[in-house]
C-alpha cells in the first residue's frame, strides 16, 4: 500500500497528458483522460425502534463527496492503458451512531448495519488506503481501475483492476456474481472494480467466448486460496433472432450453471436468466437455482419519451422465516460478499422513465417482495443544469407491515426492530 503515491503521481501525470511525456513518442500513441466530482447530501428518517434508535434524534443528516480521474493511454491498435483514481469522503450522523451500535451488539452479524467501506483485503493487490477514520467519517483514496489491455483481431486480453458484468438482470441479476450492483442502487456510473485476469474470443461457428480469473486473499495469512477465487467462463451464441448465454464458475467454494436468453416482443426486449449454485458440501443449505424474467419497452404519450419495465426475481436462497435468515451463514456470507440483497424468494420491481424536457427526467422504481407484501418506492428527478452538470434529488421510502421484510424485522436475542430508514437525498455531479 506503500506504493500507492507513486502510482497517483504517474495517474496524474499521465490524466493531464504532461507534454514531457508526449515528447519523442510514435504518432499511433494517444492519451485520454476524464472524470468527475460528485457531492451527497441526506436526511433519513429511522424508525423508533431500529437499531439505530441510541439516539432518538430524527432526521440523521449525512453527506458524502468522491472525486474520480480517468486516464488511458494507447499504444498502437492493439495495446491500451488504463488507470482510475478515486478519493472519497463520507461520514455523518448515521455512520457515527451504528458504529456505536456495532461496538454494543455482540454476537449480532455486522452486515445487517449498513456501516461500509471499500477495501483491499481480499484482493491480489492492496492499492486502497484510508487517510482519515473516526466514528463518524472516513476518506480514502483507490485506484478503482488499474489494467493493460492486448485487443489483436481475434478478441481482447485484460490483465489488472477492472469490472466485468454478466447477465440480462436489469434491477436483479443472478449471472453477474463479481461485485454486482445492489437492485436499490441509483448511481450505477462505476462498478468497483477487481484483480482479475479477463479473456474473450469470437468464432464463427460457436459465438463469443468470454474466460476471467479473479484470485483473492485470506486476510487471516495474506495467501491467495482457491476456495476464495472464482474461475468463470461464458458463451454468447444467436440462434434463432434469440441471443443465448451459457455460465459456469466456480466461485469461492460453490459451484454455479447459469443460461440466458433475450429476445424481442413486437417492439419490446425480454430476457430470461436463471443460475443454479452447487453449494459446498460441508454447507447446511441445499443446491438452489435463482431466476430473473424482465421485459422492457419505450413509447411516446403526450408528446414525451417513456421508458419503462417489470422484473420478476426468484431467490432461490430464500425464506419467510426473516429472523432466521439473519443469522443464516449461506445469507450471511453472500450479503457480506455483496452477493444478495433480499431475504425472501419472490419479487416483482418495476420501473418508469418520462422525459418531461430534454434536460429534465423523471424516475420511479419500486421492488415489491410478493410474500409480505412490502418492499421500496425510489422516486427521483435529475435535471442536466449543463451539459456536463448534473442534479438529483430523490427519495427511498420504505413500507410493509411489522414483521415483513421492508416492513421491520425482529432481530434474534435484542430487542430490535430491523428496518430500512426513509430517506431523502440531493447529489450534484460535475464531469470533466
Known sequence: MKTISCFVILFVLISFG???LSDGLP?????QHGGHIKARTSASWYDTEAPIRLVKDNPFYDGSSGLRLKAEMFAGDYLSFKAHYEAT???GQTREKENELLSRATGLPSYIFSVSETEDDNRLFDLTQA???????????RLDRLSVTYQPSWG??????????????LLFNPMDIFNPFSPTAIDKDYKTGEDMAYGQFYTEKFGEWQFLYIPRRDPADNAIEWDKSSLAGKMHYSLWNLEFDFMAAEHYKDEIAGIGVTGNLMNAAWRIDGTWTFLDQDSER?????LVANLDYSWIWWKKNFYGFIEIYHNGLGTRKYEEAIVDTAIAERTTRGETFVLAKNYLSGHMNMEIHPLVNIYLTAINNLHDPSGTVQPRVTWDVK?????TLGANVFYGDNGSEYGGISVPSTNFNLKPADSLYLWTALYF
Open 18 to 20: 504532461n507534454p514531457a
Open 27 to 31: 504518432e499511433n500513441f494517444d492519451f
Open 89 to 91: 469522503v463520507t461520514g
Open 131 to 141: 487517510f482519515e477514520r473516526e466514528d463518524d467519517l472516513i476518506a480514502y483514496h
Open 156 to 169: 481482447m486480453v485484460r490483465l489488472g483492476r477492472q469490472a466485468v458484468t454478466w447477465g440480462n438482470g
Open 286 to 290: 441445499s443446491d438452489f437455482a435463482t
Open 387 to 391: 451539459q456536463n452538470v448534473r442534479l
